[in-house]
T-cell receptor, first 114, second 115 residues
Framework: QQQVKQSPQSLIVQKGGISIINCAYE??????FPWYQQFPGKGPALLIA?????SEKKEGRFTISFNKSAKQFSLHIMDSQPGDSATYFC?????????????FGKGTKLSVIP | ETGVTQTPRHLVMGMTNKKSLKCEQH?????MYWYKQSAKKPLELMFV???????ENNSVPSRFSPECPNSSHLFLHLHTLQPEDSALYLC??????????????FGSGTQLSVL
């Protein structure tokens, strides 16, 4: 029940296109859903996050869509650029449960080709 | 630069060696974490320290031994490792465990190869 399932494993998108990465979870107690971006040779860095009280959050070209009833959330990258090429991880956790444990997905390797 | 520094960046060790990974954060955070990152697997939380006290140990084998002398430094002592322990070991910090600001700051990791 702690799993977060992420798809696809890899994604190739043309420059200017839309990149979409999907995640699904089972634990209905999760109430914080961040996305992390990792470039080769670097650690993951927080990209954007959402709480379940909203269905969408947008920051620049990055948007999280959240469907509470379906227990799914997705990352959309609009106007994808070669510099967006990285591995993206979705994650989920229960805030304030006395234990800070992010459950991560397996990651999606995004390649944006010129 | 995230403010979390890990050394060494790369480490090759034999199964009988003893080595240590070091992490230092310059962010004034009170919680520090060790994660293991293996290919095609989710990041695995290994240990959590909150205000220098260990609060999580996710069933990690005893050949991994963490140490947190203060809120800014975290070590992972390694001994008699197995080849399957080869992975990227990531250190992270946050303001405090369970705080409303849940942002984790990761270091660049130590790529460990066990021969």
């Amino acid at each position: 029940q702690q799993q977060v399932k992420q798809s696809p494993q890899s994604l190739i998108v043309q420059k200017g296109g839309i990149s979409i990465i999907n995640c699904a979870y089972e634990n209905t107690a999760f109430d914080y859903f961040p996305w992390y971006q990792q470039f080769p040779g670097k650690g993951p860095a927080l990209l954007i996050a959402i709480r379940p009280d909203v269905s969408e959050k947008k920051e620049g070209r990055f948007t999280i869509s959240f469907n509470k009833s379906a227990k799914q959330f997705s990352l959309h990258i609009m106007d994808s650029q070669p510099g967006d090429s990285a591995t993206y991880f979705c994650a989920a956790m229960v805030v304030g449960a006395g234990s800070y444990q992010l459950t991560f997905g397996k990651g999606t390797k995004l390649s944006v080709i010129p | 630069e995230t403010g979390v520094t890990q050394t060494p960046r790369h480490l090759v060790m034999g199964m009988t060696n003893k080595k240590s990974l070091k992490c230092e954060q310059h962010l004034g955070h009170n919680a520090m974490y060790w994660y293991k990152q293996s290919a095609k697997k989710p990041l695995e939380l290994m240990f959590v320290y909150n205000f220098k006290e260990q609060t999580e140990n996710n069933s990690v084998p005893s050949r991994f031994s963490p140490e947190c002398p203060n809120s800014s430094h975290l070590f992972l002592h390694l001994h008699t490792l197995q080849p399957e322990d080869s992975a990227l070991y990531l250190c992270a910090s946050s303001q405090a465990q369970g705080a409303t600001n849940e942002k984790l700051f990761f270091g660049s990791g130590t790529q460990l190869s066990v021969l």
